[in-house]
C-alpha cells in the first residue's frame, strides 16, 4: 500500500445495503407491472413520479418543430458545434473497429464482421437539470455505429418540456422521441408496449432507478454499462493550482449529494490550500444543496508520502470514472495509470469539458467498474461476428480427422461423425461406424 495520510475523509453513514434493496424493490415491481400491463402501466407509473400525463408521450414531427423554433439561435448551434465534436471521435472510433479475412490454411477462409444492433434505446435523464449532453453521447453515437432505429426518451422537467434537450435528440438523429422518464422509460423501451417498440440495447445515465432497471433488463436487452453517481479524482502534484484543483473538485460534486470527489495530492500545500477554497467557494455555489453535502459526505483529501507515481497508483485502487491530472508532467499518468473510466491531463483540461463539449462520450464506469470495463463507445452499439468458409476438399479432410479425434476426446460423438463424413468423402477415410454410405457429388 502507498504511505499516505488523509486531510480529509469520507463521512457518509447512509446504510447503502438497505437503500439499494429498497430502490431494487421498487424497480422489480415497476417493471413486473408495465411487462403485464404496457401502456396503461407506463402511464401511471408517468403520472405518479413525474405529474405526466399527456394525451401521447411520443412527440410528432409538428411538435418537435414547434418545441425547436422556441430554443434560442445560440443554443441550436452550441449543439451542432458539440455533436459535430462527438460525431467526429466516434467516427474516428468506427473506423479503428476493423473487419478482416484470412486464409488459415488452403482454401479455408476465416473472418470477422462488425455489425450494429437494428435498435437502441437512448434514456436522457432530466429530473432537476436538463441534461442535454446526454442526447449527444447515445444518439450521436449510436447513428455514428449504424444504428437503423434509435428511440430516445426524457422526462418532463416540473411538468415542463426541456426544449433544447428535444433539439439535441433530434439533431443528434434520434428516430422517435419520448417525453417519458424514469423505471417507465427504460422498461417500456426494453419490453416494448403497444406504443413502444422494443429495443435491442440501452444507453444512457439516469438516477438510482434507472440504473437499477437496467441493471434488471440486463440479458432481456444489452446495456451500455452500469452507472452510479458521478465521480472525480484530482491527482496533483505541488505545482498544481490549489483554486483551479478545488473548482474542479465541486464541479462534479454539484452532480448530486453521493458524487465523490476525491484529491490525492504529493503536496500537503496544495491540499490544505484546496480545503480553504472550497469552503470558500461552497456557500455561494447556486448547486450548493447537491454540491456541499456530496463534498461533506463522499469528499477525501488524500496526501502521499512519496513520488508522484506512488500518487497514480493509489489513485488507480479507486478505478474512478473521471482523474484529472494536474501535475508537471500529466503524460506520465498514461504509461503509469490503468484503472479510470477517463483521463484529463493537464492544467488546460477539465473534467467538464468531457462532460459537456470536448468530444469524448462522458457515459463512464462508476463505482470501480473502470477495473473491468471501460465508456460508451461506438463498439457498445456493434456486434463482432464471425464466418467461416472451407473451399478445399483436402483441407476440410484434414480438420475432418482432427475434428473427429479432438471430438472423441471430449465424448461428443455426434461432432466427431461430422468431422468424420468429410474426411470419408474428400480423402476416402474409412467410416467405421457407417461403411456403406453412400455420398452424393
Known amino acids: 500500500m502507498v504511505p499516505h495520510r488523509h486531510l480529509k475523509e469520507a463521512s457518509s453513514t447512509v446504510d447503502a445495503a438497505a437503500t439499494a434493496a429498497n430502490v431494487s424493490d421498487v424497480v422489480a415491481g415497476v417493471i413486473a407491472d408495465i411487462r403485464e400491463r404496457g401502456d396503461d402501466a407506463v402511464r401511471e407509473y408517468s403520472a405518479r413520479f413525474d405529474n405526466w ?206 458524487s465523490p470527489a476525491i484529491l490525492i495530492t504529493t503536496s500537503a500545500e496544495v491540499a490544505e490550500k484546496t480545503v480553504r477554497h472550497i469552503e470558500e467557494l461552497l456557500p455561494g455555489m447556486p448547486t450548493k444543496d447537491f454540491a456541499e453535502p456530496a463534498w461533506r459526505n463522499h469528499g477525501q483529501i488524500i496526501v502521499v508520502d512519496g513520488s508522484i507515481d506512488d500518487a497514480y497508483r493509489l489513485a488507480d485502487t479507486f478505478a474512478a470514472e473521471h482523474v484529472e491530472i494536474l501535475t508537471d508532467a500529466p503524460r506520465r499518468a498514461l504509461e503509469v495509470m490503468r484503472d479510470y473510466g477517463a483521463l484529463f491531463l493537464g492544467e488546460g483540461t477539465t473534467v467538464s469539458y468531457g462532460d459537456k463539449v470536448i468530444g469524448t462520450n462522458h457515459t463512464l464506469p462508476t463505482r470501480g467498474a473502470a477495473r473491468y470495463t471501460g465508456g460508451l463507445w461506438v463498439g457498445k452499439y456493434l456486434k463482432t461476428v464471425t464466418y467461416q468458409e472451407v473451399t478445399d476438399r483436402a483441407s476440410s479432410a484434414l480438420l475432418g480427422e482432427l475434428c473427429g479425434r479432438a471430438s472423441r476426446v471430449e465424448k461428443f460423438e455426434g461432432h466427431a461423425r461430422a468431422g468424420d463424413v468429410r474426411a470419408a468423402k474428400y480423402n476416402g477415410t474409412p467410416l467405421s461406424w457407417a461403411p456403406n454410405a453412400e455420398f452424393v457429388g
Open 53 to 258: 400525463s399527456p394525451p401521447h408521450f411520443r412527440l410528432s414531427a409538428e411538435e418537435i418543430d414547434r418545441i425547436i423554433r422556441d430554443v434560442p439561435g445560440t443554443v441550436i448551434d452550441d449543439i451542432k458545434t458539440v455533436q459535430s465534436n462527438v460525431r467526429d471521435f466516434a467516427q474516428k472510433q468506427r473506423d479503428s473497429v476493423a473487419d478482416f479475412e484470412t486464409e488459415t490454411l488452403p482454401g479455408v477462409f476465416l473472418g470477422q464482421r462488425t455489425v450494429p444492433v437494428r435498435a437502441v434505446g437512448a434514456y436522457v435523464p432530466g429530473g432537476r437539470y436538463p441534461l442535454v449532453a446526454s442526447a449527444h453521447m447515445t444518439v450521436v453515437t449510436a447513428k455514428v455505429a449504424g444504428v437503423e432505429h434509435v428511440t430516445a426518451c426524457t422526462p418532463p422537467i416540473r411538468g415542463e418540456i426541456p426544449a433544447a434537450t428535444v433539439a439535441a435528440m433530434h439533431l443528434a438523429g434520434a428516430d422517435e422521441i419520448f417525453l417519458l422518464g424514469g423505471v417507465q422509460a427504460v422498461a417500456a423501451m426494453a419490453l416494448g408496449t403497444e406504443s413502444i417498440t422494443a429495443v435491442d440495447v440501452l444507453a444512457g445515465p439516469g438516477n438510482a432507478y434507472v440504473a437499477e432497471a437496467k441493471r434488471q433488463l440486463f440479458g432481456r436487452v444489452g446495456i451500455d454499462l452500469f452507472a452510479g453517481p458521478t465521480e472525480i479524482l484530482v491527482v496533483a502534484d505541488e505545482k498544481a493550482d490549489p483554486f483551479i484543483v478545488a473548482v474542479d473538485l465541486l464541479s462534479q460534486a454539484e452532480h448530486g449529494p453521493d
